[in-house]
């Protein structure tokens, strides 16, 4: 469960701006509000990158944001230890806000305030309000502290029930989970309500799907939020959604959203957004849509995770998503993914193409952090490849360097090969042979050569990558990336050259085997 924020909270005088429904460009979307979700909890882009991104994400039908600040957000007071090292500054938040107004662009945060706390509950001088002593993402719902620090945020219950407080309370006649989440959710909604009367809190429906249409028609939840039905997969049930938008509408429920996703949804070490997952995703939302009376849905948040949890690595960065963020939000606006809605996109990005493949290339378009994606291509694609090919393969593999870059292919193409790799590390450098410094000289002049020049070019292109990442992303984000995606292979050739160097100068015993 979630609870999001419509206004952004008035306590903080800098983000007091008033933003009223905009839902030009609607056209015949079922979806009156497209909300494109911007997950701060890992790679949060520099403000200079928003002021690029955001024409964009207008252009292509976007009319809000869903704004996950997590540690970006500059607390203040007792709450300043939340911050990250990189967090926005109180003027960076008041540019964000303004760059959205300028484009049109509705802005809803989103602030946990129950589950995925790992953030908060993390610091030594909070973990006396965690759910469970030993994990930090959810806060304890039966400690006053915990209300009063989650104030006017909003809350997304994770492993609710779980705790001891929670279960002596489970214990207790006619206590049940649903209720624990229902009075939890009813006392954080009820004090956004009381304290900001213009706000309408939004909720994850999570726990709400399996409480009975009784217990939520007998609770004041309906009256205080309203649900967000949330479904990331390619082969989402169409016809169960629509039966439990239907239960919510009994229930007392006036307005429903869905969330759907255009990135961070397949994995959580993705690097590269597959397309066509997302696309079948939106596609299969539509007929949600029109599976149901108009105007149930009034709105669709388009989500695009950057980290699973606050401890896990990073997914596809923002600007690997934007193509399919492109196709998501037209789909949306048109209802279907038409050749000529395909050609929209590519005009909108700046690219004659829409193949994986294509983006490892300059044909990967004129969109802000373009760049990013092609150098991003090329290192998932054919980094790790390339280097298991030299290192590894027991059969003849072509290394060969496309348009300058490094990749790997079948032998179907044989253009810019610029040599061979045959089984000469496995065959007289394996592991056995590294660790004893013993190689035949002859080899060193078959692998040194290929082995540097690999290095070479890939140091070359993965300079390239950092400076791209430097220029939209702040340090750690960039060393994180480039620690999880990159250096492993480096250190692998770097490796290989170090023992082929101390190979060559060792003295081998006269006489003996290797």
Known sequence: MCLMQ??????????????????????????????????????????????????LFRALGANGLLIEYEDMFPYEGHLRLLRAKHAYSPSEIKEILHLATLNELEVIPLVQTFGHMEFVLKHEALAHLREVALFPNTLNPHKAESLA??????????????????????????????????????????????????????????????????????????????????????????????LLMEKYRKSGFSWLWAASAFKGATGASQALTPIEHHLRNHVQ???????????????????????????????????????????????????????NVKARVENFLGTSSLEATDFRSERAGSFPGSDILNLITQVSLHLCSSVDALLERDRFSKVLFYNHRVCLTSHSVPTYVCGFAPRYVTGWFSPYHRRRKFIHPVMIQHIQPQALSLLARWSVLVGELEAALQRVFYPDAVEEWLEENVRPSLRRLQALLQDLGEAAGARPDSGQDP
């Open 285 to 339: 939302w539509l007929q949600v849509a029109g599976s149901v009376p108009a105007d149930t849905l009034q709105g669709i948040v388009l989500t695009g995770w950057q980290r699973y949890d606050h401890f896990s690595v990073l997914c596809e960065l923002l600007p690997v998503g934007i193509p399919s963020l492109a196709v998501c939000l037209q789909v949306l606006l048109h209802g279907d993914f038409a050749e």
């Open 149 to 242: 620090l989650v104030g006017a945020m909003i809350d997304q219950v994770y492993y609710l029930g779980e705790g001891e407080d929670s279960r002596q309370w489970l214990q207790q006649e006619p206590n049940t989970r649903a209720e624990l989440c229902l009075s939890y959710m009813e006392a954080v909604a009820s004090h956004v309500q009381a304290q900001h009367p213009t706000t309408t809190p939004l909720v994850w429906d999570d726990m709400l799907r399996d409480i009975p249409e009784d217990q939520l028609s007998a609770s004041r939840v309906p009256q205080l939020v309203e649900p967000v039905l949330w479904d990331y997969g390619a082969d989402l049930d169409v016809h169960s959604k629509a």
């Open 6 to 55: 419509e206004e952004v909270p008035r306590q903080e005088v800098f983000l007091s701006h008033d933003f009223t429904k905009n839902s030009m460009m609607s056209g015949s979307s079922p979806f009156k509000m497209r909300l494109v979700h911007l997950d701060l909890k890992g790679a949060p882009p520099r403000v200079c990158y928003l002021s690029e991104i955001f024409p």
